[in-house]
Structure formats: C-alpha cells, structure tokens
C-alpha cells in the first residue's frame, strides 16, 4: 500500500506534461465522466484499451478536509491516475458564465490549470491520501491494456478510512514457522484492527500450487473465472459478503474451509478467526505451495493483504520395497498414513492377488512394470487375477485410508491356485435375519455357502445398544473362532450344496434374553484352517411375546 505525501504540491502543470495520459477540455465533461461516490466501495468494469473516468469535488469550507482513495485491481495489472483541477469557475462538469463556448480563451486558460497528484501501473492495491488545501475537482482515469477486467475503488472523505479498511502491522510479511512431508505452519504479526474490532474482523488464508494473489478480489476473480469454465466446480465465492447488509453472512470463530479447483490446479481458502498462526494440512509432499492472508472486516467487506509467501513441502523418502514369496502370507498392521511397498516377480503368466482387511478400509495399488493396473479401496475379502508374463515384476502399495483410524491386513500373492490361502466363499458374506422368526427368547437366521463341503462355525454375544457401532466398527475379521470365549459358541456344522442358488443354511439359536440385542458371527474355514468371517449381523429379540 503506498500513501503519498498527504498535501498537494502547488506548482501546476500542463494538459501536455501528464505522463502517457491526453487530456481534453470535455474530460470533466458530465456525459463523459461519472461521478465516484462518496463512502462506498464501487465495481468497475473496463474495456481493454478504452480508458474510463470519474470525478468527486471537494470545497474549501468543508469540515472534510482529508481524502482518501483506494483502488484495487481484481484480475490484471491496470494503469490509473489521479488529478486535481483547482479552479473556482469550474464545477460539476460546467464552466460558469461561459457554458456555451468551450473553446473561448478564458476557458481554455481554466482548464489548463491541473496537477497530477498520483499516477500509478500494476496489479497491487494502491492508497492516496491527501488533505484538501483548497476547492478542487478531482478526476480518475483508468485504463486496463491486457484484457477486459474490473476493478473496486473506495472513496472516503474525513477521517474514516481506518475504520472501513482493516490495518496491517507494520511488518506484514508471512513467516514460514515449519515445513513436513505434508503440512506447513504459518504465523504473522497481529493486525492492529483486530486488537479494537475482534467482533468483526477475521483471518482468511489462501493456498494454491501457482502464485500468490495480491488482493483477495484478485483470488476470488480468478476462482470464478474458473468456475465459469468448468461448471462442475463449486460454485461459492470466496467472498462471504452479499451486496446488501441484511444479507450479511456471519462466520463463527471457527476455522471455515473451503476447497476448490481451478484452472492452476486446487485452491483452498481456510478461514481461522482471529488466531494469526496456522498449521495448514494434506498437503501433497515435494511440492512448492504460496500461501496468502487476508484481514478481513465482516461489516465493510473491506480487507488487506499481508505480503504473500510461498515454501516446499518435504519430499517423502523412497519407500522402502519388501520382496513378497510366492503363496507366503503377510499379516501387515497399518499404522498412520505411511506406504507399505511390496514387489513381487512372476512365475507365471497368471497371477493372483489376495487381500483381507481385518479391520478398517484399506486402499491397494498394483502396477506392473511401471504402468498402474489396480487401484481400489476395500473393506474385508478382496482379490484380483492378472494376466502378464513370466518374470513381469509387479509393485504393491498398501496404506490405511483416511476413513480408518487404524487397521490391519492380510495379503497373499500366488502364481499356484490350486494351494489358495482362503477358501471358496460365496459371493456375498452377509447374515439374515428373518422377523417373523424372532421370538423372546429366540432368533433365526441364514447364510450362503458353496459348492465345497466347509465348515461353518457361529457365534453370539450380547452387546449393549449404545455400544453396538463402536463393536461392529472395531471388530478383527482376521481373528478366527480361537478368539471367541466358549461360552459364545452356537454351534459348528458342516454344509454344501453342488446347487449354487440353493447352498443356504438356516439356523435357530435359542436360550436369549427378551429385548436384548445381539451381534452373531458366521465363520466359513476351509482345507487350509484359514477363517473367512461373514458380516457381523445384529438381532434384537422381541422384548414382549
């Protein structure tokens, strides 16, 4: 923000000296110039290569004395410049006493009268203050070269910019506190605004891989322009602020955060409240990031940018690659997000892949010789078959998801299918129920089987009911019937049927309390002594008979 010296030169210049600007008689002219109001932030909107022009009067006799004018170019850098015409026969556009012959020497020579006050080229946020000395028309000239645009300007008489416009410190650089794989920490010095006006003033930092934004009607611009190009994207402006007060939106203190794409790639805009230090997080590692923030007044829509910075998150590690044996299972347990890596070189032309999730959601990646071929995230029993040659090498990656506070699993590669390490199960491992079965005192229930003679072991115990999603959430489904107590055991059967459609097996389970939920498991174990559990399935029994 750059604030001349606050009293107006004296000598005068000519129409010709104003640098790279021509000015005419007519540019005061009222069907050419528009008048910028007073104590309001206007929009506006320019024409590549066609200037536009407002002017404000100001009287010697005011009690206003002061003036100040802020501009704020929203997408491209603009030219603009600021003059004083100091002449009492002049107001208003008009020339008294002489309206109807402009090109009278006496006019001319009044119109020659003007300073340039202010001049300025770029794309930052620009304040002039001045103080009025005498009456005066000022005029406003802006010109955008590049490319159609708009921008905002702020006019304010009196002493009352500093309570529109949030303050910044005196030293308004962003300091980068700390960098890791994927988070960054910031802080700034306390804006002065929000020491006197906490109510209303907040925090809004920006986040993108492309540049910093030196205004935060240049960061909202860009975000919609991107959104006009690809309406997918979410639709809501950076801004919270709506053109009337009574729709005003009020933010709580409460980190407010809002991500979307655009055309430089992902854009987050994280609203923290009055707190001037943050640690911004799920960052990609190895990657330059800027980060920009924004005092924000909530009452004027006003706000002031601290001097952006940017920094580069940590390059994780090569992971470390684990060499898999052909049909050895791994029990891997998942901690945090770290990547689990496993390569594995084929000895046939067909492969298979086994996973189990014990608990928890899992994401698997598998490629081969480079190229991506799997990438899926999956809860319990899951595995692929693929095609290659012999000696293709094939990399695995294993991490948590981020939906899963911890987990574990089971994974098993194998060119041999005739030695599987789980047994055939049927395509779906869920339990029913049947209501019209259900009694006091007891429950019956069903399940699919195959075409292989199994056996099928299952198990029940009773659970409270504000207990029942924290146990389904964190039940093992890698731990088999050795884990169960032998009091929860129902029984043990075997069963097949070489009739898929017709391979289901009922069960009655008798000796329950009245009105008490239950959680039964079914548990499939095959040739190899390796469970397979079905999905815990709950049943309340009838609390009146």
């Known amino acids: 923000m750059r604030r001349p010296d606050a009293s107006f030169v004296s000598e005068d210049t000519r129409w010709a000296g104003t640098p790279q600007i021509t000015f005419k008689y007519n540019h005061f002219n009222h069907y050419h110039t528009l008048i910028l109001p007073d104590g309001k932030e206007t929009t506006i909107h320019l024409l590549k290569d066609i200037s536009k022009r407002y002017y404000f009067v100001l009287e010697e006799d005011t009690k206003l004395s002061h003036f100040t004018v802020t501009v704020t170019p929203c997408d491209v850098p603009i030219e603009w410049t600021l003059l004083m015409h100091k002449t009492r026969h002049m107001f208003h556009g008009k020339v008294h006493g002489d309206n109807d012959n402009l090109d009278s020497p006496k006019t001319q020579s009044t119109l020659r009268t003007v300073s340039t006050l202010f001049h300025y080229k770029g794309n930052s946020v620009e304040t002039y203050e001045g ?10 000239e802006f010109l955008s070269t590049e490319r159609d645009t708009h921008i905002t300007v702020y006019l304010t008489t009196g002493k009352i910019y500093n309570n529109l416009f949030p303050e910044l410190p005196l030293d308004p650089r962003i300091d980068v506190v700390g960098s890791a794989h994927s988070s960054v920490t910031l802080a700034w010095k306390p804006s002065p605004s929000v020491l006197h006006h906490k109510e209303h003033i907040q925090y809004c930092l920006l986040v993108n891989e492309k540049h910093n934004y030196k205004s935060l009607c240049a960061a909202e611009t860009a975000i919609r322009s991107s959104e006009i190009k690809s309406p997918k994207s979410l639709a809501l402006s950076i801004s919270p602020y709506t053109a009337q007060p009574q729709q005003l939106m009020k933010w709580s203190i409460d980190e407010l955060s809002i991500i979307r794409k655009a055309n430089n790639g992902e ?4 609203c923290i409240g009055t707190r001037n230090n943050y640690m911004v ?15 924000v007044n909530l009452l004027t829509n006003a706000s002031a940018a601290y001097t952006g910075t940017f920094t580069k998150t940590l390059q994780e590690p090569e992971p470390k690659v684990t060499a898999m044996k052909d049909g050895k299972v791994i029990h891997l347990n998942l901690k945090g997000q770290k990547l689990n890596s496993f390569h594995y070189q084929a000895k046939n032309k067909m492969v298979q892949f086994i996973f189990y999730s ?4 899992v994401q698997a990646q598998i490629s081969k010789n480079g190229k991506m071929l799997v990438s899926e995230r999956f809860e319990g029993l899951r595995y692929f078959t693929l095609n290659g040659r012999v000696m293709d090498i094939y990399l695995v990656q294993l991490r948590l998801s981020e939906r899963s506070p911890n987990s574990s699993v089971k994974v098993q590669v194998s060119s041999h299918f005739q030695k599987p390490m789980f047994p055939p199960f049927p395509e779906s491992l869920k339990i029913k129920s049947f209501s019209k079965l259900r009694t006091c005192d007891s429950i019956t229930i069903a399940w699919l089987g195959t075409q292989e003679r199994s056996k099928y072991c299952v198990y029940r115990r009773d659970v409270k009911e504000d207990h029942i999603w924290q146990e389904l959430k964190t039940a093992d489904r890698c731990s088999g019937p050795e884990s169960r107590k032998r009091s929860e055991k129902v029984i043990c059967k075997y069963f097949h049927d070489i009739n898929l459609q017709k391979a ?4 009655s389970i008798a000796g329950l309390q009245p009105g008490t939920p239950y959680i039964f498991d079914v548990y499939l174990i095959g040739a190899s002594d390796i469970p397979v559990r079905y999905h815990s399935k709950v049943v309340k029994t009838r609390k009146k008979c």
């Open 504 to 507: 289901v097996t009922t069960e």
């Open 267 to 270: 854009v987050r805009q994280i």
């Open 281 to 295: 997080s799920n960052l990609k590692p190895g990657t330059q990031y800027y980060f920009d923030v924004f005092v």
């Open 358 to 361: 014990c608990n928890g959601q």
């Open 131 to 140: 103080k009025l000395l005498y009456s005066a028309i000022f005029l406003l």
